[in-house]
């Protein structure tokens, strides 16, 4: 299975972190965020990996190389702006191949097994959810079992893990657009399982929770990778 990493975003609010290096960059625990994924992807044996950029992405390239030294290979999918997360997947597909395969967001930091996942016959998706952080307390999607559902309560939060099959962006056209619309609908037709993670994730959408991640890793609160 071939894997991605979402690396394509401006990283606003990280600002002025990200003024003049790209997030995915960004150091916890003496090493770049992005190569926390690179190392429990290839752990959990997909070595195949690509890795879309935009902002700064040239860094990202002189930074990783082709994944050599982390054992794996990766291949990038740059854009000249970023696509959101259903564009960036949607122009990367021919480097993704016909088959399913994972994506993970590149700015949060998990503890879970990324080989883990697994997509049900005939779902279009499978995603990973985690308890609701302070910053999103009403959640995204409710989980009934291991179906995931666009409207109800509870709900959880869509921790930017997921496996998914190309024939979910059947339709869709060159261009930026989110992900979002895509599941829902295939949440309707009955077409997106998921799993409940309830061991650490965070999501280092600012200075301060990059800065908390840190601590915890230096410290040993968080295990290093």
């Not at 290839?42 to 992405?57: E, M, P, S, T």
Request: proline share 8%; hydrophobic share 40%.
């Amino acid at each position: 299975m071939k894997a991605m990493i979402l690396a394509a975003g401006r990283g606003e609010r990280m600002r002025p972190l990200t003024d003049h290096n790209p997030k995915p960059l960004l150091q916890a625990g003496g090493k770049p965020l992005i190569q926390y994924h690179i190392e429990r992807l290839a752990a959990a044996g997909i070595r195949d990996l690509v890795i879309n950029h935009a902002h700064l992405g040239e860094q990202i390239e002189q930074a990783l190389d082709d994944g050599a030294r982390f054992g794996v290979r990766i291949r990038y999918s740059p854009e000249a702006r970023a696509l959101e997360t259903g564009g960036g997947i949607f122009k990367a597909l021919p480097l993704l191949g016909p088959e399913p395969f994972l994506v993970v967001n590149g700015d949060v930091w998990t503890d879970i097994d990324l080989g883990a996942p697994h997509l049900a016959e005939g779902d279009l998706a499978h995603l990973v959810l985690v308890d609701n952080p302070t910053h999103n307390p009403k959640g995204d999607f409710r989980l009934t079992g291991t179906r995931v559902h666009p409207d109800g309560s509870p709900r959880l939060t869509f921790s930017g893990i997921g496996l998914y099959r190309p024939e979910l962006f059947a339709g869709c056209e060159a261009g930026a657009f989110p992900l979002a619309p895509l599941l829902r609908t295939a949440m309707a037709d009955g077409r997106v399982g998921g799993q409940h993670h309830r061991g650490r994730w965070l999501d280092i959408g600012t200075p301060e929770r990059l800065a908390e991640l840190d601590r915890d890793l230096s410290q040993g609160v968080l295990p290093p990778g």
